[in-house]
Every structure is written in structure tokens, then in C-alpha cells.
């Protein structure tokens, strides 16, 4: 079994930083791409940023040059850190893995999702 748990979401007023983390644990072999999404109330699941195990980055538009993404490989874990915030960045945001486990099952893990509100 494999589980990634969320953590950093909270409220915070517009102009304001978060920090989430991601920490993925259990039966893995490798990790290939991290990343975070998000859904707004009303809205589909959208990629904010991943990276991959060799360090390439992809971000969305609307959140580069205010988001970066990085990782700890030896901690299995994925950091978003989120500046100059605002109200439009308010959503639940997920991490996502691409895992192999230790049984050679390559798949796509989700976390159950953490809380960003912004407040104007």
C-alpha cells in the first residue's frame, strides 16, 4: 500500500504565502513525477506544477513566477510553496505521485486533498 499525505493548507489573506508538503510512504520501489492539482469549488481538477525525479518542472500558467515546486527524493517528499497569493489560487490541492511499488505495479497515487482558502 502506498499513501501520500498532505499537509500546509489553511487560510491566508491575499499577498500572503503557504508552504504544502506531500510525503509519500509504504511499499515503494520509485518515484517518478510529483506534483500538486487543484479543484476550485464549481471547477474540473487542474495541474498547478510536478517535477520529475531528474528535476524538470512544468507549472501552470497562472501560477508561475508565484509557485515553485521541489522535492526531497531521499524523503519521498514534494513541496509547493505558494506566494503572492491570491483569492483565484483558493481550492482543494491534491499531490500526485506516479509510484512503482515494490511489486513492480507502476500507478498514479492521489492524496486525499488539502484546503487553500484566500481571503481579499
Known amino acids: 500500500q502506498v499513501q501520500l499525505l498532505e499537509s500546509g493548507g489553511g487560510l491566508v489573506q491575499a499577498g500572503g504565502s503557504l508552504r504544502l508538503s506531500c510525503a509519500a510512504s509504504?511499499?515503494?520501489?520509485?518515484?517518478?513525477?510529483m506534483g500538486w492539482y487543484r479543484q476550485a469549488p464549481g471547477k474540473e481538477r487542474e495541474l498547478v506544477a510536478f517535477e520529475t525525479r531528474r528535476g524538470i518542472t512544468n507549472y501552470a500558467d497562472s501560477v508561475k513566477g508565484r509557485f515553485t515546486i521541489s522535492r526531497d527524493n531521499a524523503k519521498n517528499t514534494v513541496y509547493l510553496q505558494m506566494n503572492s497569493l491570491k483569492p483565484e489560487d483558493t481550492a482543494v490541492y491534491y499531490c500526485?505521485?506516479?509510484?512503482?511499488?515494490?511489486?513492480?505495479?507502476?500507478?498514479?497515487?492521489w492524496g486525499k486533498g488539502t484546503l487553500v482558502t484566500v481571503s481579499s
Open positions: 500526485n505521485a506516479a509510484i512503482t511499488t515494490r511489486d513492480y505495479n507502476a500507478m498514479n497515487y
Open positions: 509504504g511499499s515503494i520501489f520509485s518515484i517518478n513525477a
